[in-house]
């Protein structure tokens, strides 16, 4: 049997844990695809998963990595991919048979599984996915970039879009601008016409994140975000948060909205239990939205806005694939300003 070359956990915990090893090489089946992997770019996804916890139930070895660019290397009975033909993979898995799939909705799938969270993913040199998966590349990028466009745009996208329905006047607050959704979400509003307001923790991201199309940017190091949003909007508050620090953040965050706001969260690296007031949320009347990636049609329209160059993903630095733990450290110490990418 020929093997590959991946980066494998095989017990959860800190970054030391992560090691390279040779795995089976996969085939692909009916209907699958076996893409070449050139890019791999990380998210948070890999940090919680390599942690672990009672959601994560993995297979060991695992592999991390859900954001994917490469090539089709070869195709299963019943797939019509061209070998060579270069690709981004949807790193959402789900049945594509019941009502929710169906329906367009494929994220709402009882069966939906993430690459790198509950199956295997990226950190390897070749990876196999239903051919359902692979996307258009956006050939304006190289493969680093066309890695870092892939899940923090397209679960952007649905918070933005979907959930948010951000309209040309509203005012939004955009969580953490370094972070892979930030720097999505800001060029995402921008896009449908919004007035962006952006925090991060120092002044060198937020002049990156001015540089995206934020209007204005905060330093929640140095200044109170919800005062700086009252006065921004006059003591209305903004229409919109997008968040996904979770914690004292999110709590917060239900002070900076306006009555009958719309604050979407999806994640929660600062802490996942905040104190609330419910009194906020009811009297004045704040939506409050949990979102988790996009459907496939999303991606399509995403990678459409990206090969057009109406969306631009950042990449802060590209690591071989032996160096992970490294770019783990990277991501955790939150050094980087836009996608940490490994290049197995």
Known sequence: MANMTAMVLTEHGGPEVLHLADVPLPEPGPGEVRVRIRAVALN?????TRKGGPAFKVEFPHRLGSDIAGEVDAVGPGATAKVGTKVVVQPGLSCMRCAQCLGGHDNLCRYYKILGENTQGGYG???????VNIAPYPERLDMAHAAASILPFLTAWQMVVHKARVQPGDTVLVHGAGSGIGVAAIQIAKLHGARVIATASSDAKLARAKDLGADVGIDYVKQDFVAECKTLTGKR???AVIEHVGGDVFAASIRAV???????????TAGFHPA?????IFFRQVEVLGSTMGSKADL??????IAAGRLSPVVHEVLPLARAADAHRLLEERKAFGKVVLEP
């Open 276 to 280: 609330i007031d419910l009194r906020h």
């Open 237 to 239: 508050g903004v229409d």
């Open 258 to 268: 306006r009555s009958g706001g719309r604050i979407v969260t999806c994640g929660a």
């Open 44 to 48: 948070h996804l890999d940090i919680w």
């Open 125 to 131: 040199q070749f990876i196999v996915v239903p051919e």
């Open 300 to 305: 399509l329209a995403v990678l459409g806005h």
